[in-house]
């Protein structure tokens, strides 16, 4: 039987809580992370879109994008 050198001191024989604590607290500062990216961002987005010009602009250029998407999915072949 081989050793495998547990990675952050999770392993397969190691007790189910601890490692249940260590995926909690990682999952939690992952999520907190990107959250608070997303609303930092968001904030400054929102104020970019005050102008109808913008939102124009923003929703031509997604559905542009949106319609190429299609079309490179329509012309693939398996």
Do not use: D
Request: charged share 10%; net charge positive.
């Amino acid at each position: 039987m081989t050793h495998v050198r547990p990675i952050l001191g999770v392993a397969a024989g190691a007790p189910q809580l601890p490692q249940f604590a260590i995926l909690s607290l990682t999952w939690l500062a992952i999520g907190l992370s990107t959250m608070s990216s997303y609303a930092t961002m968001g904030s400054g987005i929102g104020r970019w879109f005050h102008s109808p010009r913008r939102v124009k602009l923003f929703n031509r250029t997604t559905g542009s994008l949106f319609i190429a998407a299609g079309g490179t999915l329509a012309a693939s072949h398996r």
